[in-house]
């Protein structure tokens, strides 16, 4: 993958690998020695299905092998748009034995950012359920319009009915009797998978995270979180997002020997039953699913005592929220605040229960380097808002393909510009309290203010708009846009707006919450669209 991807400088790399951060071996080599051992250990529950690790490990192998067989080879993306199913760890484990690269995206993502995930990353292969049983979705069309628009696109493969395509099941047995590769000539050094940024700047970025790098993530954040083999995490998040995948998440399980429970859905009717079914005792949500929880908890008639550690991360939850959820679930609550890039700062287990309502904990490695600045790069003084800075063995040097734009995410000597604001305390606890990043955090999901607004001065009838955060009691944030018509429009018309996004194929969560009509966008004094004004506006 060459110039793609930003290495870290050598010193860096050397460091690592004697702190023992870095261990130079492929990031799913832990599966193999599980199925040797332990082999019939449940790995992963879904629904009445079972897979063991012995089981697992065997399918992975023959997909690998019929994924070598149909040309996929190291260094190729693949696409991965899968929801929370076995198959999604089947083929992730093939990939990481062959070399391939999964390019991870959430199963919400639509034609715009599957077009831009799989031109992008020159991906070879792009890996869809048939439908989305809650919504009806066909991924298959979804498929059509990429390869449409993307001619490099080699194979589709689908999980479950594949229509005009490859049958993922299909290629799974066609690897019966191939050699499978082991994962022996894959260099830690390369990418294991690629993320999705919750970037600002339009589409998301892709993060490249080396085999070295997000094996130190999952081994890390593991053993802070005390996974072992009796853990039962639940995946109540989507398995493609970095927090549900490996924070430990479900790699961090895996790598430890418990048993993933999947969820299709992160509502309580679905996930309740769930916990007291397989005793979970380890899941991670997003602060207005804690909420959610809390409440239905109160009358829920299921048993939720074998629940010993909730985590909450992906949005700031405030200390009245930590503390409800902690009362009414009856388990130890953990803050988590990280990036997909990298950083992970969280409570530890045993921490004071103020302390973990009030503040996002500690980065999880001694070698986590933080910075807190101010708008011109100077460290503040200690406990002053400022913005964090980030560097060690588990962030990025820099984004894929993305040179330009790396000129300006990083400083010269390597630390990440998060764009959060965050204080640190006398302990080193950090503190969040709000981000330099146009970004609305939607109870978790991530919208782009630049992409939308794209989106919507697209639409014929809108001269400019403008994207704000106003605050919102369930999700933390909702988007409101603020849009100009065209000269003689007073309205948007046919299309209706909904239609209109629907028809340039943007996720569902990422359409304004609100819409607000004015007759000009207010500037500042530097002729900049002022919108701390419209979120003012927004909000009265």
Request: charged share 25%.
């Amino acid at each position: 993958m060459g110039r793609d991807v930003v290495r870290w400088p050598a010193e860096a790399m050397e460091r690592y690998r004697k702190a023992g951060y870095w261990q130079g071996r492929p990031l799913g080599d832990f599966l193999a020695r599980h199925a040797a051992d332990t082999g019939g250990t449940t790995a992963l529950v879904s629904g009445d299905d079972r897979l063991t690790y012995a089981e697992l490990d065997a399918r992975a192998a023959q997909l690998a092998a019929g994924l070598a067989d149909l040309g996929i080879a190291s260094g190729d993306r693949v696409v991965v748009q899968l929801p929370n199913v076995p198959d999604f760890f089947v083929l992730l484990f093939a990939c990481l034995r062959i070399g391939a690269v999964p390019v991870l995206g959430l199963p919400a993502y639509r034609r715009s950012e599957a077009v831009h995930l799989c031109g992008h990353s020159g991906a070879v292969a792009f890996v869809v359920p048939d439908t989305d049983p809650a919504s009806g979705f066909d991924y298959r069309r979804l498929a059509d319009e990429v390869r449409e628009q993307v001619p490099g696109l080699r194979h589709v493969l689908v999980a479950g009915e594949p229509g005009p395509y490859l049958s993922l099941a299909d290629v799974e047995k066609a690897g019966a009797g191939l050699d499978a590769p082991d994962g022996s000539a894959v260099d830690p050094r390369d990418p294991a998978v690629l993320l999705v940024s919750g970037g600002t700047t339009g589409l998301p970025k892709l993060i490249p995270r080396t085999h070295d790098d997000y094996a130190y993530n999952v081994r890390a954040s593991a053993e802070l979180c005390g996974v072992d083999r009796d853990t039962v995490y639940l995946a109540a998040l989507p398995v493609a997002h970095n927090f549900a995948l490996a924070c430990p998440g479900t790699l961090g399980t895996l790598y430890a020997g418990g048993t993933v429970v999947l969820s299709p859905s992160p509502d309580p009717d679905t996930v309740f039953p769930l916990v007291e079914r397989h005793r979970v005792t380890l899941t991670a949500v997003v602060p207005p699913l804690a909420a959610l929880w809390s409440q239905a908890a109160e009358w829920a008639p299921e048993d939720l005592s074998s629940l010993a550690l909730l985590q909450v991360g992906g949005a700031r939850l405030g200390p009245e929220s930590a503390r409800q959820v902690t009362a009414s679930l009856g388990c130890e609550l953990q803050q988590v605040f990280g990036m997909a890039e990298g950083l992970l700062s969280m409570t530890r287990p045993g921490d004071d229960p103020e302390r973990v309502a009030t503040t996002q904990g500690r980065p999880m490695s001694p070698d986590d380097e933080v910075r807190v600045v101010d708008a011109d790069g100077r460290d503040v003084p200690s406990g002053e808002i400022g913005e964090l800075l980030a560097r060690g063995p588990y962030t990025l040097r820099g984004y894929y393909r993305a040179e330009e734009y790396n000129r300006t995410a990083f400083t010269d000597d390597g630390f990440y510009r998060t764009g959060d604001l965050v204080r640190v305390l006398p302990g080193g606890d950090l503190v969040v309290e709000g981000r330099r990043k146009d970004l609305v955090n939607r109870g978790g999901d991530k919208v782009s203010a630049d992409e939308l607004e794209g989106h919507l001065r697209a639409h014929p009838a809108v001269l400019d708009a403008a994207v704000v955060p106003v605050p919102d009691e369930y999700l933390g944030e909702r988007t409101c846009a603020w849009i100009v018509l065209r000269e003689g429009r007073t309205e948007l018309g046919d299309p209706g707006l909904d239609a209109f996004l629907d028809e340039r194929g943007l996720a569902p969560y990422k359409k304004p919450d609100l819409v607000r009509f004015v007759d000009a966008l207010p500037v500042t004094a530097v002729g900049k669209v002022d919108k701390r004004a419209l979120a003012t506006r927004a909000t009265n």
